[in-house]
């Protein structure tokens, strides 16, 4: 009975297939496949680039563009049905709903920008958007509360990983459309429309809970991870500096596409790393057991986590809705109740500060594209500047996961802390499009996509680490719900009023009205200086609001907050390297 080791292990010509079968059984494969799935789940961050080709397309002005832009905000930030849903079903049934959305709504937005259907109304198109852009909550609830519930220890790291592949996206699939459509925005949208729907397909069967055997170098391999994912951000950012002075060609936009696509697979070689340690833990823990004396047998058991004593929970606990106690909330950390969790006072600070904060980075996202036309940029310098918010979104969400990790666990730092910083950060963003001097759009660019991206693992951090995990798949959605309320109130009320305001005003100085004109365009720095003015106040305010959350948990954060998820008795096993010293079997003659 038993195994046959070779002095240095390894995976024999015989268990290349159960290895195999371990392997996308794994929880490392499933990282894997969810880093894959949230590249595709960021095509909200490429409105930039085709909004315009909208705009002209179907006639649009820019109240009506920013219109669009608001109920894409809303589809993208509405994943209390994806939660909800996710509640009662498995995880594959959540990412085929989500394939099938994001395929219809972005189709029917390419058939109608190509002209392929008779002009649709504006609420059909905000439909479709809408539609579409929802999709990546079922991504995100599949994929994303998978993972933290697979690696609760490491939630804010993984939170920042899993995150920043979604600011990655918007470059990874510019650099894909370019290889193959060329400079043709129209068929972007058509590429967003099947590449994500494809990922999730693919994968839909390897994203599932797992309770297995933990590793003690869990962070390590995280932090390898990280630095595969900084090594193709910065490719990204060189080529798209590349791109904007160099013509490329075809075949380069290949090359480059091609590259970035051989990078985003590097996290696999990973996972087979990791499972390969495991299968020969696995095989060396079964040859000591069954064949070897083992060296001091005290410590050569696997790590069992403590297992609290069997016992009948009390009868007014055995089945607790997930709407009940609403009034008696219990500690900060453990399980809340849906609304339990809604109506707490925390949460409505967390709304609050999110109202103002995601609501304006999403309205500097959504109008990137017209603020470089209204300052008098080329096509591809706006290009670049969507290409540079979707990489530093990416910084943004791995500098908040991990920075804001490390602070918490080694200097007790309330995580909302954090996100008081990033907001102030992002005022300083929304002043230098207020103000612009040379070379400021790329700076706030820069400092947007970095503020707005480290605001979501921040937000979904927290939420995971006050309200419990139990209902998190609901509650991470409705956390972020301020988000579309906040970019209709400052994109669509404010900024867009705003800017058809002052082109209209420009028109009449040439003696012209608004029906001489197809599309309403504003040339100037007059155009965005208030709403940005007001949108870097409304940040600010949302930064104060934020401060009341540093007060209200700092003693929560004081304390070990993953304490409960060491001792949980639903894992079975830490495996420990340097409990398995073997000694040497005589060979046989």
């Not at 390894?10 to 894959?36: D, H, M, N, Y």
């Not at 309330?414 to 963003?429: A, D, E, K, Q, W």
């Amino acid at each position: 009975m038993g195994y046959t080791l070779s002095s240095g292990g390894g995976i024999r010509g015989s268990e290349i297939l159960p290895f195999t079968v371990q392997v996308v059984k794994g929880r490392w494969f499933t990282v894997f496949a969810s880093f894959l799935i949230m590249t595709g789940a960021g095509a909200t961050y490429l409105f930039g680039i085709y909004s315009k080709q909208i705009k002209a397309s179907l006639g649009y002005d820019q109240t009506t563009l920013n219109l669009l832009g608001f109920f894409k905000d809303l589809g993208a930030n509405i994943g209390v049905l994806s939660g909800l849903i996710a509640e009662v079903t498995p995880t594959w049934f959540v990412l085929i709903i989500g394939a099938l959305m994001n395929f219809a709504g972005y189709f029917m937005i390419w058939l109608a920008v190509m002209g392929k259907i008779s002009k649709p109304q504006v609420w059909h198109m905000c439909i479709y958007i809408c539609v579409g852009a929802n999709s990546q909550n079922f991504a995100n609830t599949g994929a994303l509360v998978t993972c933290v519930k697979n690696f609760p220890e490491g939630r804010g790291i993984l939170l920042g990983l899993l995150k920043g592949f979604v600011g990655l996206s918007g470059a990874v699939m510019t650099q894909l459309y370019l290889a193959i459509y060329g400079t043709d925005a129209k068929s972007l949208i058509l590429l967003i429309a099947w590449l994500p729907a494809a990922l999730s397909i693919v994968f839909v069967y390897t994203i599932r809970i797992l309770h297995t055997a933990r590793q003690p170098n869990e962070v390590r391999v995280f932090y390898h991870f990280l630095y595969v994912s900084i090594v193709l951000a910065l490719f990204l950012m060189v080529m798209t500096l590349l791109e904007k002075t160099i013509t490329f060609s075809k075949g380069a936009y290949a090359a480059s596409a091609t590259v970035s696509w051989f990078m985003l697979f590097v996290p696999l070689l990973i996972a087979i790393r990791q499972e390969a340690a495991l299968w020969n833990l696995k095989k060396k823990a079964a040859f000591a057991r069954d064949e070897v004396p083992i060296e001091n047998p005290p410590e050569t058991k696997l790590k069992k986590s403590p297992s609290p004593p069997q016992s009948q929970p009390p009868e007014d606990e055995k089945h607790t809705s997930c709407f009940a106690d609403i009034c008696n909330k219990p500690p900060r950390g453990e399980d809340y109740t849906i609304l339990q969790a809604l109506l707490s006072w925390d949460m409505g600070i967390l709304f609050l500060a999110t109202l103002f904060g995601l609501g304006g980075s999403l309205t500097a996202v959504d109008n990137l594209g017209q603020i470089g036309e209204s300052l008098g940029y080329p096509t591809k310098t706006i290009s670049t500047f969507v290409s540079l918010v979707s990489i530093w979104n990416y910084f943004g969400r791995v500098f908040s996961g991990f920075v804001s990790e490390t602070l918490m666990l080694k200097y007790k730092v309330p995580r909302p802390l954090m996100m008081t910083f990033v907001l102030i950060l992002s005022c300083v963003g929304h002043l230098l499009i207020a103000f612009p001097g040379p070379g400021a759009v790329y700076v706030a660019s820069i400092i947007i996509g970095f503020s707005f991206g480290a605001q979501l693992p921040l937000l979904f951090a927290i939420i995971s680490e006050l309200f419990g995990l139990k209902y998190y798949s609901t509650l991470f959605n409705c956390g972020q719900l301020a988000s579309p309320l906040g970019s209709y109130i400052l994109n669509v009320k404010v900024t867009g009023l705003l800017y058809d305001r002052a082109a209209i005003k420009d028109l009449a100085k040439k003696g012209l009205t608004r029906s001489s004109v197809k599309e309403l365009t504003c040339i100037g720095i007059h155009c965005y200086r208030l709403p940005f003015i007001i949108l870097a106040a409304g940040t600010l305010f949302g930064a104060l609001v934020s401060l009341i959350l540093v007060v209200r948990t700092r003693e929560f954060y004081s304390g070990d907050i993953y304490k409960k998820f060491r001792d949980d008795p639903m894992v079975t096993d830490m495996i420990e390297p340097e409990n398995l010293k073997v000694k040497d079997k005589e060979p046989e003659k």
